[in-house]
């Protein structure tokens, strides 16, 4: 699969350390790699190499790396071959003019609601078919609350599917998993840190699965109602994610 790491914090948080430990991870996730910051703007860098072997991402852990609020991940293919189109994080922006970010360690393995984006996505993953699912749900159904419809798309693409991610609309933070123990926070300072594992010895804990957490600079403003669309990968799913890696 993939690994995922995020920060919402109420002041910027120095993340180096953070970040070479996670990218150090990428010798088994080693499909590509890309971060997102969300201070000053929308930043996004992305490349479909290595992350231990990319240029560009040793030259910005070369300096001093802080941020309030940012996302970061790094890709074992499971669909899509290796090229920036199928890069994580995906970005997209709505009619009323947010930017969505959207970075997905999962697998879609039953969701005909996503059919219809195979021709207009750029890419070939299923992750960047999730976020135009959501763009279109967010454009046709104004007149609802936003962390209500996320809440309820991340509730309907659970059931059969693995749905952990981090997501940013330009104000508020969102995260969700629904596969018990992939994803880890650390709380401290009025910071939260997320990450697929630990990556130090920390206070880490796992974040409960199958809820919605929204945040907003570090606080957490809303967590969903429990759905009960859990998912534990099993062989037969494995199987899957191999053939379709070996044939990349």
Not at 11 to 30: G, Q, R
Not at 56 to 61: D, G, I, P, V
Request: net charge negative; with cysteine.
């Amino acid at each position: 699969m993939c690994e995922l790491f995020g920060v919402t914090s109420s002041h910027k948080v120095d993340l180096n350390e953070y970040l070479k430990t996670f990218i150090s991870h990428s010798d088994e996730h080693p499909n590509g790699w890309g971060m997102a910051f969300f201070d000053e703007g929308l930043t996004v860098y992305r490349e479909p190499v290595r992350a231990s072997e990319s240029k560009k991402l040793e030259e910005l852990l070369e300096r001093p790396i802080s941020s309030a609020e940012m996302l970061a991940h790094i890709r074992l293919a499971t669909k899509g071959f290796i090229e920036l189109e199928n890069t994580h994080p995906f970005v997209k922006k709505d009619k009323e003019g947010r930017t969505w970010t959207f970075a997905h360690n999962g697998t879609i393995f039953n969701a005909p609601v996503l059919n219809k984006y195979q021709e207009v996505q750029k890419g070939k993953t299923d992750s960047e078919k999730v976020l135009l699912y959501i763009m279109d749900r967010i454009n046709e159904e104004v007149s609802l609350d936003r962390i209500e419809l996320i809440e309820s798309i991340a509730r309907e693409l659970s059931e059969h599917n693995k749905l952990n991610f981090i997501l940013h609309d330009g104000e508020y933070y969102y995260v969700h998993i629904n596969e018990g123990g992939t994803l880890h926070k650390l709380e401290k300072d009025g910071s939260v840190i997320f990450s697929t594992q630990a990556l130090d010895d920390g206070d880490w804990e796992e974040v409960e699965q199958n809820k919605l957490f929204v945040y907003k600079d570090g606080n957490l403003i809303h967590e969903g109602k429990k759905h009960e669309f859990g998912h534990v990968t099993t062989q037969e799913e494995m199987d899957m994610i191999f053939m379709n890696y070996s044939s990349l």
